[in-house]
């Protein structure tokens, strides 16, 4: 359900695996799988094509299909009509995991859609549109969900397709240890560049550090330790990310393992004019920190910046962007 960049990947690799599945997005996305297929491919060699006639695309919830398990991937500020879509459509019960950015996103389900049974997921990794019908993974890492019976008896299909399922029981820690790495996404989306070169310049990278220590500070107001999702545990972060570009290449060589071609998902919002994420990113870490008596400025400047980008878009120099959010 949303059937864009990761659902049509993740969705994609399961159907090449055996599974049946049915995709339920966009026309935009849709009308190039209709036309040319769905062709899957990924940094360490996959590169598997679905022809059209193999493919069941829908642009809206489909009548009469009752699936085993529902992947939820649509964009966070469109869940609860999308849990509203699923209620309407399927019987009570039916699964479904939210593989979405953000922390509340199941919670919301539940809320709009209490009849249906909601499970908390992450996917660590980076899926970039290369062309019509083209979808790659360029970073690494693997799902993870809050454990469930439901997705036990998944496991083995997702192995089978390549996409190992870590199942946790309190997945909140996981879920905040993405979301830090994820407050790259909007200066990625500022940037204008791609995800390695963003990363290459240290002006940059100084944001991004700076956008995670403010949410490490209200993580730590309130009482919760992130868990670690990168190479680096997400207190040492920061620092990392702060050194010197010689030395960071040095030192964050596993971090930079990322195809030329990936960039964020905000970064594709924001060229095809569509709401971004960044309300469940940044947004998230200002409600946290205000809530347990903290400041998160950086991060509540950044978003004031992403939400006005239609009106001002232009990519920033790394420099720019320091000054503009107030970054000294």
Same mark, same amino acid.
């Given at each position: 359900?949303?059937?864009?960049?990761? =659902?049509?990947?993740?969705? !994609?690799?399961? %159907?090449?695996? &055996?599974?049946?599945?049915?995709?339920?997005? /966009?026309?935009?996305?849709?009308?190039?799988?209709?036309a040319q297929g769905l062709r899957v491919t990924d940094q360490d060699g996959r590169d598997q094509h679905l022809a059209p006639a193999d493919?069941?695309?829908?642009?809206?919830?489909?009548?009469?299909? @009752?699936?085993?398990?529902?992947?939820?991937?649509?964009?966070?500020?469109?869940?609860?009509?999308?849990?509203?879509?699923?209620?309407?459509?399927?019987?009570?019960?039916?699964?479904?995991?939210?593989?979405?950015? !953000?922390?509340?996103?199941?919670?919301?389900?539940?809320? +709009?859609?209490?009849?249906?049974?909601?499970?908390?997921?992450?996917?660590?990794?980076?899926?970039?549109?290369? &062309?019509?019908?083209?979808?790659?993974?360029?970073?690494?890492?693997?799902?993870?969900?809050?454990?469930?019976?439901?997705?036990?008896?998944?496991?083995?299909?997702?192995? +089978?397709?390549?996409?190992?399922?870590?199942?946790?029981?309190?997945?909140?820690?996981? %879920?905040? =240890?993405?979301?830090?790495?994820?407050?790259?996404?909007?200066?990625? $989306?500022?940037?204008?560049?791609?995800?390695?070169?963003?990363?290459?310049?240290?002006?940059?990278?100084?944001?991004?550090?700076?956008?995670? /220590?403010?949410?490490?500070?209200?993580?730590?107001?309130?009482?919760? @330790?992130?868990?670690?999702?990168?190479?680096?545990?997400?207190?040492?972060?920061?620092?990392?990310?702060?050194?010197?570009?010689?030395?960071?290449?040095?030192?964050?060589?596993?971090?930079?393992?990322?195809?030329?071609?990936?960039?964020?998902?905000? $970064?594709?919002?924001?060229?095809?004019?569509?709401?971004?994420?960044?309300?469940?990113?940044?947004?998230?870490?200002?409600?946290?920190?205000?809530?347990? =008596?903290? %400041?998160?400025?950086?991060?509540?400047?950044?978003q004031a910046l992403v939400e006005a980008w239609p009106g001002d878009p232009a990519p920033l120099s790394a420099a720019a962007l320091k000054?503009?959010?107030?970054?000294?």
């Open positions: 359900m949303g059937a864009g960049s990761v =659902g049509g990947y993740v969705g !994609g690799c399961l %159907q090449a695996a &055996g599974a049946e599945v049915h995709f339920v997005g /966009r026309p935009r996305m849709l009308g190039a799988w209709r493919l069941h695309l829908w642009d809206t919830v489909p009548r009469g299909v @009752t699936p085993s398990l529902v992947l939820l991937t649509v964009k966070c500020g469109a869940t609860r009509d999308a849990a509203a879509a699923l209620a309407a459509a399927l019987p009570a019960g039916t699964p479904v995991l939210s593989l979405q950015n !953000g922390i509340g996103n199941a919670d919301t389900g539940r809320a +709009a859609a209490p009849a249906l049974r909601w499970l908390a997921g992450m996917v660590p990794y980076n899926i970039a549109e290369l &062309g019509p019908g083209h979808l790659h993974r360029g970073t690494g890492g693997k799902l993870a969900a809050e454990d469930d019976p439901t997705l036990r008896a998944w496991l083995p299909v997702f192995d +089978a397709a390549r996409l190992p399922l870590r199942l946790q029981a309190d997945l909140k820690p996981v %879920q905040w =240890g993405k979301l830090l790495l994820n407050l790259n996404n909007p200066v990625n $989306a500022l940037s204008g560049l791609p995800l390695r070169a963003e990363l290459m310049q240290r002006g940059y990278r100084q944001v991004f550090a700076a956008l995670q /220590r403010e949410a490490l500070a209200a993580l730590a107001a309130a009482g919760i @330790t992130p868990a670690q999702v990168a190479a680096v545990p997400p207190q040492r972060l920061p620092l990392i990310l702060s050194l010197p570009d010689w030395l960071f290449r040095r030192l964050a060589a596993r971090m930079l393992r990322i195809d030329p071609e990936a960039r964020s998902s905000m $970064a594709d919002d924001l060229a095809l004019g569509r709401t971004t994420e960044v309300d469940a990113l940044c947004g998230e870490v200002v409600r946290l920190a205000h809530a347990h =008596g903290c %400041q998160a400025p950086l991060n509540q400047r950044i000054q503009r959010i107030g970054l000294h």
